[in-house]
């Protein structure tokens, strides 16, 4: 039982490069997360999906976008990179999204933009 | 808004020490209550939780109490050990996880 999982682990860009983060869940979970952590500030909700085909922004939305592809996967694009973006990653997933249930976290992607 | 407060770090102790991390929070409504434990290099776990007023949340010898009348959710433990050493945030939640809100984390050494 894997739980969350996020592809790559480290990865660096140059301004104005594109990429996209993956992260795949194998709880059957319905809600899925993207957050980043920057140093002081805890984590931070980019984009959410509540459930299998639905999106929605979270507190930093500007300069990414998310596709839910399937209940497993919920992946996150960067079109063009900006040395601001430069943080570390986490995917997580929760059952469903209720104000008392536990998210889990895949291990993180830390990525740089020079 | 609603938000979390938490003691700023890092905190250094010497193993057996006993931990205190304060956690405040505000919100509108009832949160459910978190701390998540993120170990070097690894993403957050859920360490223990409490979901109404006077609720004790424990594991692995960590405690924390609800107390809605302080508006506090402070973490303890009694004796710690080097394996302790993480950065532990306390987090919220009033109407869905999509409206979790984190700490900035505080950072725990513990020294043999």
């Known amino acids: 039982n894997a739980g969350v999982t996020q592809t790559p682990k480290f990865q660096v860009l140059k301004t104005g490069q594109s990429m996209t983060l993956q992260c795949a869940q194998d709880m059957n979970h319905n809600s899925m997360y993207w957050y980043r952590q920057d140093p002081g500030m805890g984590l931070r909700l980019i984009y959410y999906?509540?459930?299998?085909?639905?999106?929605d922004k979270g507190e930093v939305p500007n300069g990414y976008n998310v596709s839910r592809l399937n209940k497993r996967e919920f992946s996150l694009r960067l079109e063009s990179a900006a040395p601001s973006q430069t943080s570390v990653y986490f995917c997580a997933s929760s059952e469903q999204g209720s104000s008392t249930d536990t998210q889990y976290f895949g291990p993180g992607t830390r990525l740089t933009v020079l | 808004g609603d938000s979390v407060t938490q003691m700023e770090g890092p905190v250094t102790l010497s193993e057996e020490a006993f931990l205190t991390i304060n956690c405040t929070y505000t919100a509108t409504g009832y949160p459910s209550l978190f701390w998540y434990v993120q170990y070097p290099g690894e993403g957050l776990q859920l360490l223990l939780k409490a979901t109404k007023a006077d609720d004790k949340g424990s594991n692995k010898g960590f405690e924390a109490t609800y107390r809605k009348e302080t508006t506090s959710f402070h973490l303890e433990k009694g004796s710690v050990q080097v394996s302790d050493s993480a950065v532990y945030f306390c987090a919220l939640s009033v109407k869905n996880n999509n409206d979790m809100r984190f700490g900035a984390g505080t950072r725990l050494t513990v020294k043999p």
């Open positions: 999906s509540a459930s299998e085909g639905t999106t």
